[in-house]
């Protein structure tokens, strides 16, 4: 019996791909919306290991770094590949997407006004090696890694949703990238939830950029 709870700021950040992966396996979760007040007054900050959110409580257990909680949801939950060779590979790709990220977070925090038309440019570069990963699983009709969703599934969803926001026709020259956002965004649970106006309300940057 898990009893998650969540701390992190009212935006998609770092958490919107652990939000994903909870909601889709319909495991519950208690989300403590964290507000520039409540982090000013330090408590919290306090008890955070790098002084930073995301959080996730299990009980006693406390747990920061987005992709460690990832991918203890992953061991947890059975989304971390088959075997060694498909849990090692879908850390590649995780990192991958973080790399992604760093990038995206730069562009968004430091560079919007000056950098958004190289930002896009440069884009297919970070897009196109996990269009080749899907070709080479499956001919692309599958998942990341393997035939079952994992925590990186969840996590390049979510790098591309934002991209898809950004730019829309970002995935354009990546059919089977495109594909694959549509089918996970039709699993029923993400449906429901991308639908929602929980989701729909809540900024993906802290800055209103995106
Ligand atoms: N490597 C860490 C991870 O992946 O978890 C990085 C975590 C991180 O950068 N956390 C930021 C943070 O806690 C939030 S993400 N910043 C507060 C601090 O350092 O004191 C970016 C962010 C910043 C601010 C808001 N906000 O004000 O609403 C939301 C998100």
């Known amino acids: 019996m898990t009893n998650y709870e969540i701390y992190y700021f009212p935006v998609q950040g770092r958490i919107e791909s652990t939000y994903l992966l909870l909601t889709d396996q319909g495991i519950p979760f208690k989300k403590h919306i964290v507000t520039s007040e409540i982090w000013g007054k330090g408590d919290l900050k306090g008890k955070c290991a790098f002084g930073q959110l995301p959080l996730l409580q299990d009980g006693e257990f406390k747990l920061n770094q987005s992709n460690a909680i990832l991918r203890f949801l992953g061991r947890q939950h059975g989304l971390y590949g088959k075997d060694n060779k498909e849990a090692a590979l879908t850390d590649m790709v995780n990192d991958g997407v973080d790399d992604c990220r ?109």
């Not at 694959?180 to 989701?199: F, G, Q, T, W």
């Open 102 to 210: 760093t990038k995206y977070f730069k562009f968004i925090y430091s560079d919007y006004d000056i950098g958004k038309q190289q930002y896009i440019k440069d884009l297919p570069g970070c897009l196109s090696p996990f269009e080749k990963l899907l070709q080479k699983n499956r001919n692309g009709s599958s998942f990341i890694v393997g035939d079952k969703i994992s925590f990186a599934d969840y996590n390049l969803f979510q790098l591309l949703q934002v991209h898809l926001v950004l730019t829309p026709d970002c995935l354009k020259d990546f059919p089977l990238l495109k594909a694959y956002v549509s089918r996970i965004a039709s699993r029923p649970r993400i449906k429901a939830y991308l639908d929602s106006d929980e989701y729909k309300s809540r900024p993906i940057n802290a800055n209103g950029k995106q």
